[in-house]
């Protein structure tokens, strides 16, 4: 090639070079050495939403960087262009936005469905750029004079549900579209501006017909009574008080002459079948959607909070048409009245029913009752354990499963707070992704929250923010949301809040059966002292690591997180003081932690950062503090007097039939065919029988006294006959207890603090031990057995409740007569499997787990049960074995996720195949894997023999085995006394 040629060659290669480099995507530059270098562009005629957007944008990007952003409304030679409110094309999704980036690295676009949108644009770019919003005082902003985003870049989002309400008492507007909420049932004046930006997602789904919204009985039950519901009341004490004083609740007029007996008309139910009433529903609800369509346009036709119906003739019979004879039936006839009378002219209206109270049962004949157009169900459900994701509660799903036949929209109304004491550590965060997720997976449409009320709350601010952001996307990994936010909104503190955190949560794990209520006051059926001076260290740790953080925001939120210091040191203090010593820490008086919580209480509650509803500590406390106030007066005397318990005359004690009690009726002691005593519970299925756990219904058990009075690990012997495969819960078997604090009884205070499920399968009716786990029995607690409320049951009956000391369980005990226990912990030397030894980390055991989702060796781990000589002479004869399990799984309630087994080996060469002495099924739930204790019952150990856990579905995701019980039979079957 000549030099001609070749400068030709050269010069080509260098123009397509440059011409590649030219046409190379270049970054968006906001600004450069602290010079803005882009201006802000919004149409003259923007909306609210889109000015909104500019301002809040201009303002972060001026912090970010310390240039001034310029706002126009059409581009500005030589600057850079962001657009904000600009249509957004090719996206119909509701509130859906787009950030796009231009190649030439010139115009950054950002657009929104609606004029939500555009703000949810501008928090969502301003996050990519480093931003957190984690409280309205506690933002993390960087810095960064250079400030440029990646070329090319694009997103395009929208939320997976269309109301999603904030739940925080945030008097904050920017901070709801920061959570990226589009509703704000506390504070109308919020309310209001987001109507003004995309009209009212809200949905209408609480309580509206009595006296609350609609057809008032303050306004019309004088003249017309006929249109509130007809009861009769049937206890004669009940009927003397009705005639005795004049009731708000109940009149006597409107009575037809020719009912018998003693009947009256309730001011807040109303009669769904009186035409009169329907009338007057149309007019009023169409009154309001002339007003409001179609800014508002959702309305509540909904139970009051009540369970009572009319039992006027015709509410009568149409209950009783359908075979589950459920009031739920007069609402849906009434929902689907209103609809088709107002649908024509409002066709996009929402008309909800809230199933709760006398609406919280599906009818069995769907095609009947079905749901029509226009219509939804909301399900709101306090009945359950909060510590785990509401699809794990064997009573939601098959309700569910019932309204999902009747209706095709649904909403949710949840509850995320222990009510009764908001700032009690509350161990549910790890519940929100699989709920959120499970609502999504059904197609709900959104809802609402109810959360704690006061910022004083541990973890409110961050649970406010999950919550938010998974009910936008709720395939978000929750727990790695939790992250996020620590370690933005914690910096330094962030270790020692996590620790707070793992804390609470793996608390809850320990006993599978600890009740987290929504309405219970003490902490202590799941925080052990050891864990609240664990958290008090953390928290202690917590305050040192943030004492100089310039982010003022940020001292703000720890400091009120450490608020716990002086709520559990003063709430649990008399639990605390023998572990404080034994662990060296130095607990200060109690009355500095009570002053502590008053001062903080009342610095919270009038200073700028209180917002919100007055109801600081919990639900009824509207004064804000007076109700806690009474708590602290009334420990004051005995605050400092270490938590005792009598001293054990009893490693054993059997509570007999002849020591029971029940419900009126339904209870009796009875013997079987040998002459054996127990306790028949006996109740019908149907025919208006209630299905609610109730001990006035039916009910078997016994109350503590003071002789029983101890820390006892506790049994049920019960036996029942079901009519399900797999039923979740056959029977219940519980303990409400008096709250306590140390030695004192809070007067007036008792709750449920456990609730076990006894699972069962058709034809497996035989007795068997229940272990409801370890607990402290103070005396007037009450341990129950219940019958089961979701498949029918038959039978119930309770041989014996057994209280053992947990010196028999947890330690290798001998008495004479070779009576004793054997405790043997799974160490993975001793077990056989793919199996891999664990510790946990929070109580510093070891336990062995199989990962059944991973793994291609076997399903199972087996322990030998004779390990050493001494066990190997105790293991054989009559003997109780329990074993403590941990079962994980892929989806909820599965009724035989594993098995527990006893089994005798094949012989050697064939001599004898191998046997299985006891094989045991345990129930597996996503969300829901805490230990628990399994009776395999009282079996004849022989030399050999092997405890094993098997997984059995394939949903089953990990079992593990922490340790095995070997326990003479007369512990079990007698009373034995402390040797």
């Not at 709920?435 to 929250?449: E, H, Q, S, V």
């Not at 004083?456 to 996020?484: E, G, I, S």
């Not at 891999?836 to 980390?841: L, N, P």
Request: charged share 20%; glycine share 8%; net charge neutral.
């Amino acid at each position: 090639m000549n030099s001609r040629a070749t400068l030709f060659a050269l010069a080509a290669a260098f123009a397509v070079t440059a011409s590649a480099a030219l046409a190379a995507p270049a970054p968006f530059v906001f600004a450069e050495s602290g010079r803005a270098k882009a201006a802000v562009v919004v149409a003259e005629d923007a909306g609210p939403g889109a000015e909104f957007a500019v301002q809040e944008l201009v303002d972060y990007l001026n912090k970010m960087t310390g240039a001034r952003f310029p706002v126009a409304t059409s581009p500005l030679k030589g600057w850079n262009t962001i657009y904000v409110g600009r249509p957004l094309s090719g996206d119909d999704r509701y509130e859906a936005f787009r950030i796009q980036a231009s190649e030439d690295g010139r115009t950054l676009d950002l657009a929104g469905n609606d004029e939500r949108g555009n703000a949810y644009a501008v928090y969502d770019l301003l996050e990519t750029l480093g931003c957190g919003f984690w409280s309205p005082d506690n933002e993390t902003v960087p810095f960064e004079t250079n400030l440029v985003l990646s070329a090319g870049y694009e997103k395009s989002d929208a939320p997976a549900f269309s109301f999603r309400n904030n739940d925080e008492p945030f008097g904050d507007f920017a901070m709801v579209l920061k959570l990226r909420a589009n509703t704000n049932r506390h504070r109308r004046d919020i309310q209001t501006r987001l109507d003004g930006m995309g009209g009212d997602a809200y949905e209408s789904i609480s309580h509206s017909l009595g006296n609350c919204q609609w057809v008032k009985s303050s306004v019309f039950f004088d003249a017309h009574p006929d249109w509130y519901a007809l009861v009769e009341i049937t206890d004669t004490n009940a009927w003397n008080k009705i005639l005795r004083e004049s009731s708000r609740y109940c009149g006597t007029n409107g009575i037809p002459t020719n009912l018998k007996g003693n009947w009256v008309r309730l001011r807040y139910i109303p009669c769904t079948m009186a035409q009169g009433m329907r009338d007057q529903l149309v007019k009023e609800v169409g009154d309001f959607l002339a007003a409001n369509y179609p800014v508002h346009k959702s309305v509540s036709i909904s139970t009051p909070d009540s369970s009572d119906y009319c039992h006027c003739a015709a509410c009568r019979k149409l209950v009783d048409s359908d075979e589950s004879r459920t009031s739920a039936v007069l609402y849906i006839d009434l929902i689907n009245y209103v609809a088709k009378s107002l649908l024509p002219k409002y066709p996009k209206a929402h008309f909800n029913l809230l199933s709760y109270g006398a609406a919280y049962t599906p009818p069995k004949d769907a095609k009947r009752f079905k749901m029509g157009p226009g219509t939804g169900v909301a399900f709101a459900h306090h009945w359950r354990n909060h510590g785990v994701p509401i699809n794990c509660c064997e009573r939601f799903m098959p309700r569910f499963l019932g309204w999902r036949d009747v209706c095709d929209r649904f909403l949710f109304w949840e509850y995320y707070t222990n009510f009764h004491i908001y700032v009690n550590p509350f161990p549910n965060t790890d519940i929100f992704g699989p709920a959120f997720k499970f609502y999504l997976d059904n197609k709900f449409d959104g809802g609402f929250c109810q959360m704690t009320n006061s910022r004083l709350t541990p973890f409110a601010d961050l649970n406010w923010w999950v919550k938010n952001r998974l009910m936008w996307n709720p395939n978000a990994d929750a727990m790695a949301l939790v992250d996020q936010y620590i370690e933005g909104a914690y910096g330094p503190a962030a270790p020692h809040v996590r620790r707070y955190l793992d804390i609470v949560l793996h608390a809850k794990r320990r006993q599978r059966w600890a009740w987290i209520g929504d309405y219970v006051d003490d902490t202590g059926n799941y925080l052990q002292p050891g864990d609240v001076l664990e958290i008090m260290r953390a928290m202690q740790k917590a305050l040192a690591s943030i004492s100089k953080d310039p982010n003022i925001g940020r001292r703000i939120d720890v400091r009120r997180l450490a608020f716990s210091i002086n709520h559990l040191g003063a709430m649990r203090y008399p639990d605390l003081i023998e572990p404080a010593k034994a662990e060296r820490f130095r607990l200060a008086p109690w009355q500095e932690y009570s002053d502590g919580w008053k001062s903080t209480a009342l610095d919270y509650l009038n200073s700028d950062e209180y917002m919100g509803a007055r109801q600081l500590y919990g639900e009824n406390d509207g004064s804000g503090l007076k109700g806690f106030f009474r708590y602290l007066d009334m420990l004051k005397e005995t605050a400092e007097t270490p938590t005792a318990w009598p001293e054990r005359k009893l490693l054993s004690r059997v509570v007999a039939p002849a020591e029971m009690t029940g419900s009126p009726v339904r209870f009796a002691v009875t013997n079987d065919a040998s002459g054996a005593p127990f306790s028949s519970l006996t109740y019908g299925w149907g025919g208006g029988e209630p299905k609610f756990m109730s001990p006035n219904w039916c009910e078997a058990g016994f109350t503590v006294t003071n002789d029983l009075e101890g820390v006892w690990y506790l049994f049920s012997n019960v036996s029942v006959d079901t009519t399900a495969t797999n039923d979740p819960a056959a029977a219940y078997t519980g303990i409400y207890s008096p709250w306590y604090v140390g030695n004192f009884r809070v007067p007036n205070k008792r709750a449920e603090i456990c609730s076990m499920r006894i699972a069962r399968t058709k034809g497996d009716e035989g007795w068997r031990l229940a272990c409801l786990g370890k607990w402290g029995l103070r005396p007037g607690a009450r341990v129950w057995v219940m019958p089961g409320v979701v498949n029918e049951t038959r039978n119930l009956g309770v041989r014996n409740f057994t209280l053992l000391s947990p010196e028999v369980f947890e330690k290798d005990v001998t008495l004479p007569g070779g009576i004793g226990s054997r405790h043997v912990s799974a160490a993975i030397r001793a077990c056989e499997g793919a199996v891999e030894q664990k510790r946990d980390e929070i109580d510093r055991y070891f336990y062995a787990e199989l990962d059944c989702l991973s793994t291609n060796g076997p399903g199972a781990i087996n322990a030998p049960i004779a390990q050493s000589k001494d066990l190997s002479a105790f293991a054989t004869g009559e003997k109780y074995v329990f074993a403590r399990v941990r079962v994980s799984a892929s989806d909820v309630l599965v009724g035989d996720a594993a098995r527990v087994r006893l089994v005798q080996p094949a012989k050697a060469k064939g001599e004898e195949p191998e046997r299985v002495i006891v094989d045991i099924p345990v129930g597996g739930s996503y969300g829901a894997d805490s230990w628990q204790i399994i009776s395999l019952g009282r079996v004849a150990l022989e030399p050999g023999m092997v405890l094993g856990v098997v997984a059995n579905d394939p949903a089953t995701a990990a079992v593990a085995l922490r340790d095995f019980v070997l326990v003479s039979p007369e512990f079990l079957e007698t009373s034995v006394k402390a040797q």
